[in-house]
Each structure stands twice: as structure tokens, then as C-alpha cells.
């Protein structure tokens, strides 16, 4: 299921970006001088990826990606042991490898880069929706991901049991406290927005306050954001939210507060941390044979 997964986000510009960031951590590695030294074009490897912690495996996928960008005439082999979506323990083999030494150490770094990185974010995602078991609440990752790694990061974030706010700026419209204070209130920023594009994407529109959420509610708008707010303030701004139109609770929620969140009813609860601050999981290679 997660390996369908894989194929079906990465497409169109999904998979461009995806091999952009392969082949932009290559040109910054460059040529392995050492291990061509040593090793030189013949000898062969077979080695493994191997957990060293807990957490819930993301990415592996990508490792093939890497060896044919090293080596595009295909003379290696991977055989997963493991599949994106499955709960890993320490010294777990997630995947074997086999192929010239230099290809696999070449490479070895930069596929273990991205599986540790989305297997992080993949873990911190299956920690923030647990909390949301039982409730109503969907879990959204945010834009605040690293630049060229958007598309990875948020594949890692539908592994670990989260959906995908917006992937760019057009396929949903937001109006922030910049482009509300600019307009001079939140009905004349819509105005400007559904007077701008016919048709008009959908509109986020993010709120501090209870008259603001009654103000966007007023303008039936797709989604209204509830911003910073402690939980007694959220619940009256619930309430105030005609059935329709969907509601996102967002900033300073962590793993101590989401489960009090899921209980008021939002729609949605998104959470930055998940892509900006989520902890690499970690995963090494070890050398099983050479010859």
C-alpha cells in the first residue's frame, strides 16, 4: 500500500522535484575520490539498512532513485525488507543491497539522509495523530518545509497518518493578518480575491479573533482558521461556524495540547513541527561482504 503510495504522489511535478533534490545532494557530494581509490570499479558489495531505533520506516523508495542517478546502467540491486508505512525496532533490516562498492558508498549517504529524514517526520506524524484517535480531527502538515524537500516531506507526513494542507500558494488562498490589514478588513480582502479569479480558488481565511470568525463565516468562505487561540476562546469560535465550512485550528499546538483540541471538533488541527522540528530517526548501512 505504501509503495502505491509513493508512486502515486510522486508524479508530474511531485517526481521532478523529487529527482531535482537526488541529483542537486549528488552535485553537492561530487565525485567519492576515496572510495574509487580503494575499492575501484570491480569490487562488489552487499550490505544492509539496518533501524537502530524505533519509528515508523519513510522513504525507502527513494533508495533505488539515488543508486540509478550514481549508476543509471542498473548494476545493483535492492531487495526491501521493509515497506514505508511499517513500524521498525533497533536492528531491524529495512533492506539489502548489492552492487559495486563505490556505487553503494557513493550513494549510501544521501539515501540514508532522506530515509532517516522522512522516517523522522513519518514517526513525529504517527505520535500527533494517535493523540487525535477516536476524534473527528484530521492531522495537516504546514508549508514551513525545507526549501526543494516540500514534496518528500509531506509524502512522509501521509505516511505517518497525516493529510496535506496546501502545496503552494495557488491551490488554496489564505488571507493572513498582512493581507487583511492591507485590505482593511476581512470582507473586502475576499472581495479582492473572488473579483480577482473567476473561478476563485478556495479561501482560507485566518482568524484572531470571535468577531473576526464571525466575519469570515459571514462571507461563506471554504475554511476558517482558528489562530493561536487557548481552548475556551476555540470553542465559542467553533460554535460560531456555520455547518459548510470547514475549520482548522492552528499555532502552538504540540503534543500535550492536540488531544484537548481534537475533543472541541475541528475540522482540522495543523501542526509546523512536523516537517520543521521532526528528529531524524536512525538508520545506518552496514557492510555485509565484500569480494
Given at each position: 500500500m505504501s509503495h502505491n503510495l509513493f508512486d502515486t504522489f510522486f508524479q508530474g511535478q511531485a517526481r521532478?522535484?523529487?529527482?531535482?533534490?537526488?541529483?542537486?545532494?549528488?552535485?553537492?557530494?561530487?565525485?567519492?575520490?576515496?572510495?574509487?581509490?580503494?575499492?575501484?570499479?570491480?569490487?562488489?558489495?552487499r550490505a544492509s539498512i539496518v533501524a537502530k531505533e524505533p519509528g515508523i520506516l519513510a522513504g525507502l523508495?527513494?533508495?533505488?532513485?539515488?543508486?540509478?542517478?550514481?549508476?543509471?546502467?542498473?548494476?545493483?540491486?535492492?531487495?526491501?525488507?521493509?515497506?514505508?508505512?511499517?513500524?521498525?525496532?533497533?536492528?531491524?533490516?529495512?533492506?539489502?543491497?548489492?552492487?559495486?562498492?563505490?556505487?553503494?558508498?557513493?550513494?549510501?549517504?544521501?539515501?540514508?539522509?532522506?530515509?532517516?529524514?522522512?522516517?523522522?517526520?513519518?514517526?513525529?506524524?504517527?505520535?500527533?495523530?494517535?493523540?487525535?484517535?477516536?476524534?473527528?480531527?484530521r492531522l495537516l502538515d504546514t508549508r514551513k518545509t525545507l526549501p526543494g524537500l516540500r514534496y518528500p516531506e509531506k509524502y512522509a507526513v501521509r505516511i505517518g497518518g497525516g493529510l496535506n494542507h496546501r502545496m503552494n500558494l495557488f491551490?488554496?488562498?489564505?488571507?493572513?493578518?498582512?493581507?487583511?490589514?492591507?485590505?482593511?478588513?476581512?470582507?473586502?480582502a475576499v472581495k479582492i480575491l473572488r473579483a480577482a479569479y473567476k473561478p476563485c480558488p478556495p479561501i482560507e481565511v485566518e482568524c484572531r479573533t470571535l468577531d473576526e470568525v464571525r466575519e469570515a463565516a459571514s462571507l461563506r468562505v471554504e475554511r476558517i482558521m482558528l489562530d493561536n487561540m487557548d481552548l475556551a476562546t476555540m470553542e465559542k469560535a467553533l460554535a460560531l461556524v456555520p455547518s459548510g465550512i470547514?475549520?482548522?485550528?492552528?499555532?502552538?499546538?504540540?503534543?500535550?495540547?492536540?488531544?484537548?483540541?481534537?475533543?472541541?471538533?475541528?475540522?482540522?488541527?495543523?501542526?509546523?513541527?512536523?516537517?520543521?522540528?521532526?528528529?531524524?530517526?536512525?538508520?545506518?548501512m552496514r557492510v555485509l561482504a565484500i569480494s
Open positions: 521532478e522535484f523529487l529527482v531535482a533534490a537526488i541529483r542537486s545532494a549528488l552535485a553537492e557530494d561530487g565525485p567519492d575520490l576515496t572510495s574509487v581509490a580503494v575499492f575501484g570499479q570491480d569490487v562488489v558489495m523508495p527513494i533508495v533505488p532513485l539515488v543508486l540509478a542517478d550514481v549508476e543509471p546502467q542498473g548494476n545493483w540491486i535492492v531487495e526491501n525488507a521493509a515497506s514505508d508505512g511499517q513500524s521498525v525496532e533497533p536492528g531491524q533490516t529495512v533492506a539489502r543491497l548489492c552492487g559495486p562498492a563505490a556505487v553503494l558508498l557513493r550513494a549510501e549517504r544521501i539515501a540514508l539522509n532522506f530515509i532517516c529524514h522522512l522516517s523522522g517526520i513519518a514517526t513525529a506524524t504517527a505520535s500527533y495523530a494517535q493523540r487525535l484517535s477516536g476524534t473527528r480531527t491551490e488554496m488562498l489564505m488571507l493572513k493578518d498582512n493581507h487583511i490589514d492591507r485590505a482593511g478588513s476581512i470582507t473586502e470547514e475549520t482548522e485550528v492552528s499555532g502552538g499546538v504540540n503534543l500535550e495540547t492536540i488531544g484537548a483540541i481534537g475533543k472541541l471538533g475541528p475540522d482540522f488541527v495543523s501542526v509546523g513541527a512536523l516537517t520543521h522540528s521532526a528528529k531524524a530517526l536512525d538508520l545506518s
